[in-house]
């Protein structure tokens, strides 16, 4: 039993110690937008941004006026009222009125065969007339140069598409320890610094920004392609890699910045419709992931207590190396590396999370997304 132990933990502690190296010198590679020297000049491509709102009448004025205050020669505003019932409709339309760059498109019904925010942002594209397309969310804020910065990144590396690690804003411990350990998952789970390389298959996607070439957009099936996918911002990366474009990826600091959720329990909720569809529906993939995540994120922790000699030992060195990476992932967040103290915590959340998403959509027969009612099959079929 104890040999089983200390082979069980030993081959955890190698894992992690691997992968944190990987994560260590990965992230390393992964370009700063802030140390990126914006374009100057006024001939600049004309750039389209996009976005889709549904009631987002608390978070929208801060976004708009961000967006209105880029400070970018060329740039038209694509913003999608979609169905909203609350006051987002009014306040698109009188800011619309006073700034000839922002165009509105109302959405008054949904066709079938459609999510509503790919929906939304295909109908954004049809007006848009920018040689590069940036895609985001109602409730996101820019940095006045963001624009500048990005396209010089992109230009420079020669890149057909970029995705920008945002900035979450937090507040309070609970919400903290979710949202950290929701980044540590996503930057091991996904590897962004593997994205740039056209030979890996790694790609990405955040929904708070990304750049993309229109003709690129264009060859690979815009949103149409993603009319059923509930992820739809990490499969447009998806789609970007498998049509064999260039993709990457950046880390925006604090030049792209989003309030995702009010508290904790909306950060719960807000996650029922992507956790299970992350995991293609799949009852199966899901335990595995769950497996997976308890054996390296709470297992070494339990085992500081009950495990003795060698075991106790590797325990200890898996716990001290996931304190040490989810620390320093969080600073990169703006909040305290002692966080990475709570790393259990955030998976056994983060479990539940999963487990919750799996059991609402298995129950309900599907998802509900922006007050529309989706039924599992149609989303398994439309998945990319």
Same mark, same amino acid.
């Given at each position: ?22 994560? %260590? ?10 140390? @990126? ?33 880029? !400070? %970018?020669?060329? %740039?038209?505003?694509?913003? @999608? ?11 698109? !339309? $009188? ?85 950290? %350990? ?12 593997? @994205? ?20 690129? #957009? ?14 739809? !911002? ?7 890699? $498998? ?80 304190? @040490? ?13 002692? #966080? ?33 009612? #989706?039924?599992?099959? $149609? ?6």
């Amino acid at each position: 039993m104890h040999t089983a132990e200390t082979a069980i933990l030993s081959l955890v502690a190698l894992g992690w110690l691997i992968q944190a190296l990987r994560a %260590y010198f990965g992230m390393r590679r992964v370009p700063r937008l802030t140390q @990126v020297a914006p374009l100057t000049g006024n001939n600049l491509p004309r750039i389209s941004v996009l976005f889709a709102a549904r009631d987002e009448a608390e978070k929208l004025p801060r976004a708009l006026a961000s967006l209105l205050a880029l !400070d %970018y020669p060329d %740039y038209e505003i694509l913003a @999608v009222d979609d169905r909203s019932t609350d006051a987002t409709s009014q306040i698109l !339309d $009188e800011c619309a009125r006073t700034n000839p760059r922002l165009q509105i498109v109302h959405i008054r019904e949904l066709p079938p065969g459609w999510l509503g925010k790919p929906h939304a942002l295909e109908a954004a594209y049809r007006r848009a007339t920018g040689d590069w397309l940036v895609f985001t969310d109602a409730d996101v804020r820019f940095a006045p140069d963001l624009l500048r910065r990005a396209l010089a990144l992109a230009e420079r590396e020669h890149w057909d598409h970029l995705t920008l690690l945002a900035r979450i804003e937090m507040r309070g411990f609970w919400e903290t320890v979710a949202v950290t %350990y929701f980044n540590f998952s996503f930057i091991f789970g996904f590897q962004p610094w593997r @994205v740039a390389n056209p030979r890996s298959g790694a790609y990405m996607g955040v929904g708070a920004f990304q750049l993309l070439r229109r003709s690129v #957009y264009d060859a690979i099936g815009t949103h149409r392609r993603l009319a059923m996918e509930v992820v739809d !911002d990490m499969k447009l990366g998806k789609l970007v890699k $498998e049509g064999g474009y260039r993709s990457g990826v950046a880390s925006s600091e604090d030049m792209v910045q989003v309030r995702w959720q009010e508290g904790f329990f909306n950060i719960v909720r807000g996650v029922t419709k992507n956790m299970f569809a992350a995991m293609g529906f799949s009852i199966a993939r899901t335990f595995a992931s769950i497996f997976l995540l308890f054996l390296i994120s709470i297992l070494p922790f339990l085992a500081l207590g009950f495990a003795h000699g060698p075991a106790r030992v590797a325990a200890g060195i898996s716990a001290f190396i996931a304190v @040490v990476i989810h620390g320093q992932l969080t600073r990169e967040t703006g909040a305290s590396p002692l #966080y990475g103290l709570a790393h259990p915590l955030g998976a056994l959340i983060f479990a539940y999370m999963i487990v919750r998403s799996m059991v609402l959509t298995l129950w309900r027969g599907g998802i509900i997304w922006r007050g529309t009612f #989706y039924p599992i099959e $149609e989303l398994r079929k439309g998945s990319v």
